[in-house]
C-alpha cells in the first residue's frame, strides 16, 4: 500500500485518537476554506482581506509577524497557480 493511502485509511479524529499517547504534534492540512475558519487564525487576525480590483477583496493568509505600533497594508493578491510556470521551466532548463 503507498503511505498517502494510509493516511486516508481514518478520519483526523481517528488519527488524534490513534496518536494520544504519543509525545507528538498532529495537526490537519487544512483547506483554504477551512483556514480562513480556523479560531486561533481569527484570533490572531492572519486571514485578511485584499483588494483584487476597483470593487472586490480576496481573502489571503496575513503575515504572521505582528508590530504593536504599526499596521500592515496588504496591496497585492496572488496570481493565479501556474502564471510563471513557463518563464520557470524554461530558466531552469526545460523546454
Known amino acids: 500500500m503507498q503511505n498517502s493511502n494510509i ?4 478520519n483526523y479524529d481517528e488519527w488524534c485518537a490513534t496518536f494520544s499517547a504519543a509525545d507528538a504534534c498532529v495537526e490537519p492540512v487544512l483547506t483554504f476554506a ?11 487576525e ?9 470593487d472586490s477583496c480576496k481573502k ?9 505600533l504599526s499596521e500592515t497594508n496588504y496591496r497585492h493578491i496572488g496570481v493565479p497557480p501556474g ?9 531552469i532548463g526545460f523546454t
Do not use: W, Y
Open 60 to 68: 489571503q493568509v496575513g503575515n504572521p509577524i505582528k508590530f504593536s
Open 83 to 91: 502564471e510563471h510556470s513557463k518563464e520557470i521551466l524554461l530558466e
Open 34 to 44: 477551512e483556514t480562513v475558519l480556523h479560531p486561533q487564525l481569527k484570533a490572531r
Open 46 to 54: 492572519m486571514v485578511v482581506d485584499v483588494l483584487a480590483g476597483s
Open 7 to 10: 493516511f486516508k485509511q481514518k
